[in-house]
């Protein structure tokens, strides 16, 4: 064809006159005129002429012909028709605005020249976009670049990598690649490969270019090969890469996913995915300014600044799924702690908090130690953000808090017939240990320390030592508060369920107020008579005789109770030399109930010593089961 085409040219050229080469607008339309510039570009290769057409793009200028410019491209015939060029002049035209610039236009230039391109997933976007800037159509070449360009990305469509790579890449031609619905289809193709369980389609292996390899390894093609059994591909393996992605590629990639029936797990596995790898401040220990570079084809990109991760945060927030316990406490308190430091809307914080709150139990105590970062700081941590998780806690487990008040409460019969009971517990833990570590700041409020305390039913806590641990460092460190507010913070525990270690330490705490000191004498002297009678009745049915060493035994147990009664008896004579008009119970009442302290003690030494007859078999080891507490070489330490 190209030698008929050169015959018809030179014998059109023979024919003609050099005049007739400055042709007028309506010849310059004929293929006449085109079959001359077929011989001019001929001539001027096969001559080495000189090029008749400068094209500028950038600071690369390129040193053409007309007519395989002219064939191939609309934009550049229209633009060239229309300019009047002088004889002996060059034409200059600057196309500083081509998509993909100079490197993409020389692979246009070869397809002009009939030199064959390589097309690749990284390449293809940004030929397809300059072909239609230059409206490189099947108008004016049958198989022109736009049309070459649309079968090369209908095929890869099918392989995850390249789509992945065309997304990519998409990035810097948008709204060009949004307008031609290479984005749309991409997303299209990624969505729904990785709403499919690659176990059984294989999506994740190559799917256009994909036979047998003579390596061995095992590429999809449409069946799996017998001579190698498919590896188990994980749930999480297209997080990788889509974190490569731009976040509004990211985000539209996200919904398509959602819209197909993606599971809540895989869309927020994902998104913490995605943070963790923009978001160095998601790590405790690690700085916000120690970020990390996104690499890609283009080149390396910086860590994103702190606008940029504010909306960053705020847009993963709103994609998260509501679901429940989906995403994990602890990254939702880290996003929430990065929330507060880049100062994001009140929106954002708010919605992490309400998402706190739900699942609360599922929480550790170092990510609630959120540095308090107002304008108006008053303490080390911010607590109103604790004090507003836990008050959606709360909430959202109202049916265990609708139990009367007033009534008697067996905890064990609780926790079995109440399931919202058990993250209550772990709740009421966590807020124990939370006001321990932060009672240390004196510059938390006796009222916000009570606040926080008292928002744990009393059920909540199987045993309070922990109550009681924060209330001891808060009392230590904040040695100016009043009687009354001392007695109004040790209303926050509840003595009876205290340990044998935590009543020991109660007992000697003189930073504890001398009513609750009683208090614990009496439910311990109270424990330890019910103890004593239901060893009593056990030891009735089990032998008619009891040994000797039940006496030593009960006068072990009375030795211990007339301890505390003595620590009591010493606590009330070293407050005789300090009376003080604020004391709540006066001297006399003390005495008075550490006088029927003592009468109950009488009264149990006299049961035991009728129980002194002799027997054979020794019961030291029973004695011993029935009086777990009655240990006196422990401690308790407040911390």
Known sequence: MVSTLLSKAFQLYSESSEDDWDCDMEFAQTDEYFLRLAYE??????????????????????????????????????????????????????L????????????????????KIELNAHNVVAVRCAAEHLSMTEDHFEGNLIAQTEIFLNGIYGDWKDSMNVLETCEEFLPLAEELHIVTRCINSLAMKACTDPNVFGWPMSGRSS?????????????????????????????????ALCLPL????????????MRPEGIAGSLMFYSKRYLRGLSRNSSFHDGTSR???????????????????????????????????TFLLRMLRTAMIIHASPACRENLESRIGVQLHEACLEDLLIPNLGYSVETLYDMDCVQRMLDHFMSTNHSALA??????????????????????????????????????????????????????PDYARPIDDGIYRAIDIYLKCHPWLTDSEREQLCRLMNCQKLSLEACMHAAQNERLPLRVVVQVLFFEQLRLRTSIAGWFFVSDNVENSVNNNYASCGNLAITKSNDLVGIAENEITELEGHKNEGMVMGIEDVRQRLAELEKDCSNMRQEI????????????????KKFPKLGFGSSYHSG
Not at 609 to 624: A, D, Q, R, V
């Open 403 to 456: 139990v009367s008040p007033g009534a008697v409460i067996d905890e064990t019969q609780l926790i079995d017939s109440m399931p919202s009971l058990t993250p209550m517990t772990m709740v009421a833990k966590l807020v124990d240990g939370y006001l321990a570590e932060v009672a240390s700041d004196v510059n938390l409020k006796y009222t916000k320390f009570q606040t926080l305390g008292a928002v744990i």
């Open 609 to 624: 010593e009728e129980l002194g007859k002799p027997s054979k078999s020794s019961s030291w080891s029973l004695i011993c």
């Open 96 to 115: 500083h605005d081509l998509p993909g610039g100079a490197k993409t236009f020389e692979l246009i230039v070869k397809f002009c020249y009939d030199v």
């Open 295 to 329: 690499v890609n084809p283009i080149g390396p990109v910086s860590a994103p600044s702190e606008s940029e991760q504010r909306s960053l945060v705020e847009e993963i927030v709103g994609l998260l799924p509501r679901e429940k316990g989906v995403t994990s406490t």
């Open 41 to 94: 570009v001929v001539m001027v290769c096969t001559n080495e002429l000189p090029s008749d057409i400068i094209i500028e793009i950038g600071e690369m200028p390129f040193h053409l012909h007309k007519f395989p410019l002219l064939n191939r491209s609309g934009f550049l015939q229209k633009i060239i028709n229309e300019k009047h060029v002088e004889n002996g002049k060059d034409f200059v035209l600057q």
């Open 250 to 261: 990211y985000k539209r990639l996200i919904l398509a996913m959602e819209s197909r029936g």
């Open 211 to 243: 036979t047998k390899g003579s390596e061995g390894n095992a590429l999809w093609n449409g069946i799996f090969s017998t001579a190698e059994k498919p590896k188990f591909v994980e749930a999480d393996w297209w997080y990788d890469d889509a974190s």
